[in-house]
């Protein structure tokens, strides 16, 4: 299977090219650009110059959050574009998800993703690595910290991070000297490997079945229920 993956849940934007789980082609890029700008001509671009198109692929997958709003949207909508365009099925996998996959061949430790939420919480969900696989222990959750820690304690197991909010977990950790692990910082953010790896063994659909998974209202909904309520 030919497969295009998009990641665009957070600062790093990227899109790789897999090959029956083989990566051949990703392009990456952490800058402060908006993905609008760099999502689209960043596919178009690796797919030029592996002198591919649209028509060549099998499917489409994308990180469908949870993560940042405006990325994931711009994520969402550049895969069902590209989709709707080449009348190609989508896969949508979790981002947290998709960060553990990078870690799968660790062992004896659970891999925390882990991205910050603000307002003290991380989006979190933890995974046992099996190898070319992680079990998923906990579903995706917007989480405080010390959920996380108290956890920890009832375990205890090394807690390996990774993700953007992967640091300030484990200084958490650290501080009271609980066992912790921090991803490698070129492993550490959000990849389009990351999707593909996730992706895998699934079945794709069809893209209009596609929706991103925010996990918690948007500030500017939170706040308009607040207007109502008063």
């Not at 060549?56 to 069902?80: C, E, M, N, W």
């Not at 205890?156 to 000297?177: I, M, R, S």
């Not at 996730?198 to 308009?224: F, I, K, N, V, W």
Request: glycine share 8%; with cysteine; aromatic share 6%.
């Amino acid at each position: 299977m030919k497969l295009l993956s998009i990641e665009s849940s957070a600062k790093a934007a990227s899109v790789a090219l897999t090959e029956d789980g083989r990566l051949v082609s990703q392009f990456f890029q952490a800058s402060a650009l908006t993905h609008s700008r760099t999502l689209l001509k960043m596919a178009e671009d690796m797919l030029s110059d592996l002198e591919m198109t649209v028509s060549d692929l099998d499917a489409v997958a994308v990180s469908i959050g949870p993560g940042s709003f405006t990325g994931i949207r711009i994520g969402v909508a550049t895969a069902k574009g590209l989709c709707w365009g080449g009348d190609k099925p989508c896969i949508g996998v979790s981002t947290l998800e998709a960060m553990a996959h990078q870690l799968r061949d660790r062992e004896n430790v659970i891999i925390a993703a882990c991205m910050d939420a603000r307002r003290g919480e991380v989006y979190n969900a933890c995974f046992s690595p099996m190898g070319d696989r992680v079990e998923r222990l906990c579903e995706d959750r917007a989480i405080p910290i010390s959920q996380l820690i108290d956890e920890a304690k009832k375990t205890g197991k090394t807690y390996f991070f990774v993700g953007d909010g992967a640091e300030l977990c484990y200084n958490a950790f650290l501080e009271l000297a609980l066992p912790a692990l921090l991803a490698p910082e070129p492993l550490r953010l959000q990849t389009a490997w990351g999707v593909a790896m996730a992706a895998g063994g699934r079945q794709p659909e069809d893209a209009s079945d596609l929706a991103p998974r925010y996990l918690r209202l948007s500030q500017a909904e939170r706040e308009r229920l607040q207007r109502l309520a008063k």
